[in-house]
């Protein structure tokens, strides 16, 4: 069964990665290791690590110590940055029948959807990755740093 919203692998991956690395933000994450975490194509999360390194949320050391760390605390990396870097400006289309819309003068699925559009959209500007990396793990939150808005 599909699902109504959709989310693009490469956005899933993302989003994935960023939590796991927001989870122990002090260490390095090696690609193999958050491969076998999620069972993701390690050419593909290479690709969206470089577009998140991009965006400046994560930066990646070379060497045997080596890995991805995220540049910010988690609590100051939102879901909708995480997005916007991997596929741009989350869009709020005014119908949800083509990717150009339905091209109708008087559409009655787009209005009634934007409402929920945008609260999906406020969901992930005021969700950070501290918010759920710490959720499932034996990791406690620090206490530090101030949550952003």
Same mark, same amino acid.
């Given at each position: 069964?599909? @699902?109504?919203?959709?989310? @693009? *692998?490469?956005? +899933?991956?993302?989003?994935?990665?960023?939590?796991?690395?927001? @989870? $122990?933000? *002090?260490? %390095?994450?090696?690609?193999?290791?958050?491969? &076998?975490?999620?069972?993701?194509? &390690?050419?593909?999360?290479?690709?969206?690590? =470089?577009?998140?390194?991009?965006?400046?949320?994560?930066?990646? &050391?070379?060497?045997?110590?080596?890995?991805?760390?995220?540049?910010?605390?988690?609590?100051? !990396?939102?879901?909708?940055?995480?997005? &916007?870097?991997? $596929?741009?400006?989350?869009?709020?289309?005014?119908?949800?029948?083509?990717?150009?819309?339905?091209?109708?003068?008087?559409?009655?699925?787009?209005?009634?959807? =934007?409402?929920? %559009? *945008?609260?999906?959209?406020? !969901?992930?500007?005021? +969700? +950070?990755?501290?918010?759920?990396?710490?959720?499932?793990?034996? =990791?406690?939150?620090?206490? +530090?740093?101030?949550?952003?808005?």
């Amino acid at each position: 069964m599909g @699902s109504i919203i959709h989310i @693009s *692998e490469a956005v +899933t991956i993302g989003l994935h990665a960023a939590i796991c690395l927001g @989870s $122990d933000p *002090e260490r %390095n994450w090696s690609a193999r290791e958050i491969v &076998e975490r999620f069972s993701f194509s &390690e050419a593909h999360l290479a690709k969206v690590m =470089a577009g998140l390194a991009r965006a400046g949320i994560v930066r990646a &050391e070379r060497g045997r110590h080596g890995g991805a760390r995220l540049s910010r605390a988690p609590e100051n !990396v939102t879901l909708l940055e995480i997005y &916007e870097a991997i $596929d741009g400006p989350m869009a709020m289309e005014d119908c949800l029948l083509a990717p150009d819309g339905c091209g109708s003068k008087c559409c009655q699925l787009g209005p009634k959807l =934007a409402a929920h %559009n *945008e609260a999906l959209r406020k !969901v992930f500007a005021t +969700t +950070t990755l501290a918010d759920l990396a710490y959720q499932g793990s034996s =990791a406690r939150r620090p206490a +530090t740093g101030a949550r952003r808005q």
